[in-house]
């Protein structure tokens, strides 16, 4: 069970807010998990001219989990580069739960909960008919 220390999280998704290209919103997001193997991955936002097109920091971050070794996400931050506290928007909760399925744990306003809570009767991965790898 690999244990999971809040701030130091938080304190890691600031961090990768910094890093963040919002040229166009202004609100730098990080977004920071711990994983399964114990490993941290961030992601940031990275906007663009077009404007549809901006990628948002738990996308980064999926990518970043796949780029260094895969896995799954256990428990997740998202800041501002101020450090508030911001959910993830509808989209994505459901990248998150590609990866990290309904027990993965959110820093939510309403303090620490499981994905199920803030993406009930979601679809998932074992909704559809073959399981893919
Ligand atoms: N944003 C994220 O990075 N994650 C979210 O879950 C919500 C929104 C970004 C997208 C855009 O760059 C900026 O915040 C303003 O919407």
């Known amino acids: 069970m690999t244990e999971v220390s809040w701030d130091a999280l938080r304190a ?17 997001v990080g977004a ?6 114990g490993r941290l991955v961030t992601g940031c936002n990275v906007e663009n001219a077009s404007y549809g097109l901006g990628l948002c920091a ?20 998202c800041r501002s580069g ?5 959910m993830p928007c509808g989209r994505c909760r459901q990248i ?3 990866f990290g399925g309904p027990d993965c744990l959110l820093d939510t306003p309403r303090g ?7 993406l009930p009767d979601a679809f ?3 909704d559809l008919p073959e399981k893919k790898p």
């Open 112 to 118: 620490v909960l499981p994905l199920r809570d803030v």
């Open 82 to 86: 101020t450090g508030e506290l911001l």
């Open 12 to 28: 890691s998704a600031v961090e990768a807010a910094g890093n963040a290209y919002a040229p166009y919103s202004r609100l730098n």
């Open 32 to 37: 920071a998990a711990v994983c399964d193997d």
């Open 124 to 126: 998932g991965p074992d």
């Open 58 to 77: 738990e996308c980064t971050m999926a990518g970043q989990l796949r780029l260094t070794g895969g896995g799954r996400f256990v428990a997740v931050a």
């Open 96 to 98: 998150l739960y590609e």
